[in-house]
């Protein structure tokens, strides 16, 4: 099968999840493209994007005339679908988080669009979107995984979608005595060293998020305490959970150490297990 995906940028979440999924459809004996907006069109807005990833999408279509195209999240969906859509047999979206005010208007109008052609990873779009399929994110526990380095730190990934404050974070650390070490600028092929020194992860995201990725690479990574909240999809994880920045001191010190790898292993949260149901799913809908 011959796959075409589309998104919008490398650097970031984004990259690591088409990276990985990539390397999985290719292991698979599939033959992959990609489209990065930013990097290959050099387009760094919707509009401006518009007319030239269309002309490329059908130059490369013509080229090699590919059996999927695969657009990740709504903005690189919407491209092919406005002013008319091309290509819609073969094409396929997935939704990661829940868009806000005006974008949710348009997230929403391209998912009924997409109808069965539309995969979600989390539990609010699949409620939103009932006829869509929901596909959990994997994690790549060759990537993340325990070294030998000694934990000393409560971790936090200083993201701007973060429900707590970096003040709120060092102030909890001294109270507890422990250091805090911050996930500022720290490149992909660092992040896993970045866990490894860490003997607590904490991570506070919005209910508009999905996937939980920073939750499951702390787990594979082995930090043995980490804490999240009831937003996303906390629920499926055996983690730590507190409702307010408040709650976080005495979760800490209550907190008892779990093998979390070990239960992502064997509930199956693995990049190959996510791009085998894309395959199905690709299979089973394009008619």
């Not at 999840?17 to 807005?45: A, M, P, T």
């Not at 607590?200 to 980490?226: C, D, K, Q, T």
Request: hydrophobic share 40%; glycine share 6%.
């Amino acid at each position: 099968m011959k796959i075409l995906m589309i998104f919008l940028r490398w650097p970031g979440g984004v990259g690591e999840v088409i990276r990985n999924i990539k390397n999985e459809f290719e292991k698979q004996g599939h033959e992959v493209e990609v489209i990065s907006r930013e990097e290959d069109l050099k387009k760094y807005s919707l509009i401006s994007s518009l007319f030239p990833l269309r002309k490329k999408v059908n130059q490369m279509m013509k080229e090699k005339n590919y059996d999927i195209i695969y657009t990740h999240d709504w903005s690189s969906a919407a491209l092919l679908l406005f002013p008319y859509p091309i290509f819609k047999r073969k094409h396929f979206c997935i939704f990661y988080g829940n868009q806000l005010r005006f974008t949710k208007i348009l997230q929403d109008l391209v998912g009924r669009i997409m109808g069965k052609h539309l995969i979600v990873v989390g539990d609010l779009n699949k409620k939103k979107h009932p006829y869509s399929n929901l596909v959990r994110n994997g994690v790549n526990t060759e990537k993340f995984e325990p070294m030998k380095k000694k934990r000393i730190y409560l971790g936090w990934p200083d993201k701007a979608t973060e429900s707590i404050t970096r003040q709120e974070v060092l102030d909890i650390g001294k109270k507890l005595k422990i250091p805090v070490l911050i996930a500022k600028n720290i490149p992909p092929e660092k992040m896993n060293e970045f866990y490894n020194q860490c003997k607590i992860f904490l991570s506070l995201p919005p209910r508009s998020s999905a996937g939980a990725l920073s939750w499951m690479e702390a787990m594979a990574a082995g930090v043995p305490i980490i804490i999240g909240n009831n937003e996303s999809e906390s629920y499926l994880f055996p983690i730590e959970k507190v409702n307010q920045a408040s709650e976080i001191e005495n979760t800490i010190k209550n907190a008892k150490e779990k093998d979390y790898r070990f239960w992502l292993i064997e509930h199956d949260f693995s990049w190959k297990s996510h791009a085998h149901k894309l395959l199905e799913i690709f299979g089973k809908n394009k008619k």
